[in-house]
């Protein structure tokens, strides 16, 4: 065969490699026309399933699918693939970038997604997601449900926990420590009515904690501190994010260490912890005991801040208070003396049906009902309600930040804010119908008059992160406080609560005994024994105040002088030292 001239040869060399490229550009134009382009139907689905992955909007994700894909999987099942995969993933956010153009893999059409994932185990994972497209939508399958997955492959976790940190006592005394599951409690069960307690949680607080990286498995604080404070106690899960195939090995998507928790530190006194629990002596009821000056909580024990009771007399402080701000009362008035008084038409008796009366200061010291009755019509709805409020009825109890308080939502002391009718409102006066209270919130009472009329947060933390950010309460004049530590001097010295004087320093205090109907099988006898509730509110010394004390015991045995009084004076005398 004979050779071309060297001439021709060059000019067909030419045309072969000019042919090509022509028909590169007309391929390329036909691909591009076939797989998309920037701003193509699949790169723009693309973008808003990963957009509506982001916003947890699976409906609209799935109706990005092809028609065999839905047929494949329904949305309930696709939901739940995904919120499976969030769960073994404790996935906090995901954020994707923009979809990268349209290209082919395996003979499909593929759009590229970036995507972080914000987890609270594994951190953060910077990925990518292959969107397969076919016949209109996406092809999905089930490794579409997290980045990173191989087809066939699904998500798996292994979580290392990390040391629970300890609750102490304001000195660093240990209340609790140890493992979540084998939790240790130096002064034995006198720290648990503060700490709380770990346990199993409820369905409802389970699904959270499962997000977070604990196993159903886990104890957790289910009551107390334990529960308030439990993710910083509990701190960070570690571990291993997993792809996890048919056969072979695991492979590792993400991992890192789990993160010690950080202790909480309380404002508690060890010592008067437990004295407080010893005074209730398994009683039902609670004691709660405050520095009378900045208002931190220094004891609570039983039922201190929940199961809130009628306070009964121990409300008259602010019944009194309400009518001298009002000049409807002074502590020399005169008062009849009697058994009991007529109010909107229904009789309000003493205690037990005693006579008493004579000045302000005497009715207040022996609690004479038939005084004070009559004054809740007089200082109104309004005025009294208000008066209560800026004691602190009607909001959670300042234990701790805002966002803890939302999350625990411990109980409130509550008053109605429409009381009703005049008879309602007497009944209010002396503390009874529907005014509720706890021990901490009339020993936030007392504190309250012990530093000079102005309410304190009553606040159970020392770390200032935790502590509430709720401001002191100016709730009445100094004078007017100077007038109440007189009068609850009175009760202590000759009134309702001589029992609860101790020897170091003058308490100032005042009983109450809320009547809450006759005993099971006397409803129908003349003069039934009744339920009772005893209480005392008082702080210590009457001048300069140091400590502030509520008393609760619940179904009590004897009147509050008789029971409460001498509860609180054992403590208030262990805190004096």
């Keep these: 065969m004979s050779r071309l001239s060297p001439e021709v040869e060059r000019r067909r060399r030419f045309a072969t490699r000019t042919l090509p490229l022509a028909l590169i550009a007309v391929v390329a134009f036909v691909v591009g026309a076939a797989v998309g382009t920037p701003g193509s139907p699949q790169k723009d689905a693309a973008n808003a399933f990963a957009r509506a992955w982001a916003s947890k909007n699976f409906a609209a994700m799935y109706a990005e699918l092809n028609d065999a894909s839905r047929a494949a999987v329904s949305l309930a099942e696709f939901t739940a693939a995904y919120r499976e995969a969030e769960q073994v993933a404790t996935m906090e956010a995901l954020r994707p970038g923009s979809a990268h153009d349209p290209g082919s893999s395996e003979g499909r059409t593929v759009v590229t997604v970036p995507l972080g994932v914000i987890t609270v185990a594994f951190g953060r994972l910077e990925d990518e997601l292959e969107l397969p497209f076919a016949e209109g939508g996406v092809a999905w399958d089930p490794s579409l449900v997290f980045p990173g997955l191989n087809a066939g492959e699904k998500l798996a976790n292994e979580i290392e926990l990390a040391p629970r940190a300890a609750i102490l006592a304001s ?105 407080a629990v010893a005074a209730l002596a398994g ?162 009472v007392a504190q309250t008059i012990g530093n000079g009329g102005v ?77 009772k509730d005893a209480w005392f509110s008082a702080f210590v010394p009457a001048g300069g105040a140091k400590l502030a004390i509520g008393v609760l015991l619940i179904e009590a045995e004897a009147a509050g002088g008789e029971v409460a009084a001498p509860a609180a004076a054992e403590v208030l005398s262990a805190g004096l030292g």
Excluded: W
């Excluded at 369905?203 to 604990?214: I, N, S």
């Excluded at 159903?216 to 439990?230: D, H, M, R, W, Y």
């Design 283 to 444: 009683r039902a009821g609670g004691i709660a005991v405050l520095d009378a000056k900045n208002g931190d909580v220094r004891a609570l024990a039983g039922q201190a801040f929940s199961a809130p009771q009628p306070p009964g007399s121990t409300f008259k402080i602010v019944t009194t208070t309400a009518a001298l701000q009002k000049g409807l009362v002074s502590l020399d008035d005169e008062f009849e003396i009697v058994d009991g008084v007529n109010v909107g038409g229904r009789f309000i008796s003493n205690a037990n049906g005693e006579f008493c009366g004579g000045t302000f200061r005497e009715a207040f010291a022996e609690s004479c009902n038939a005084d004070f009755a009559p004054l809740g019509p007089q200082i109104g709805n309004n005025a009294l309600v208000g008066t209560a409020e800026r004691f602190g009825f009607n909001s959670a109890p300042t234990l701790y930040s805002p966002r803890i308080v939302r999350e625990v939502g411990p109980a409130e002391s509550t008053i109605p804010e429409q009381i009703g009718e005049e008879i309602d409102l007497g009944v209010s006066a002396i503390g009874q119908g529907e005014v509720l209270a706890t021990p901490l919130e009339m020993a936030s």
């Design 171 to 275: 000195d660093g005394t240990p209340l609790a420590e140890g493992p979540a599951d084998e939790r240790e409690h130096p002064l034995g069960s006198a720290a648990i009515d503060v700490t709380g307690e770990v346990g199993m949680p409820s369905e409802e607080a389970m699904a959270k904690l499962v997000r977070h990286g604990f196993s159903a498995e886990t104890p957790v604080g289910i009551s107390g501190l334990e529960q308030a404070f439990n993710a910083r106690l509990a701190g960070k899960p570690g571990g291993k994010l997993l792809a996890v195939g048919e056969s072979g090995s695991p492979r590792v998507l993400a991992e890192s260490e789990p993160e010690a928790g950080a202790p909480v530190k309380t404002t508690i006194d060890a010592a008067l912890q437990e004295t």
């Design 455 to 531: 309410r304190e947060p009553t606040s159970i933390v020392n770390n200032k992160k935790l502590r509430p950010d709720a401001k002191p309460v100016r709730v009445m004049s100094k004078k007017i406080a100077d007038e109440l530590t007189e009068l609850m001097v009175g009760v202590v010295t000759g009134g309702t609560g001589t029992a609860g004087a101790i020897s170091q320093a003058q308490v100032a205090g005042k009983t109450g005994t809320a009547e809450l109907g006759p005993k099971p099988g006397q409803e129908n006898k003349e003069n039934p024994e009744q339920i």
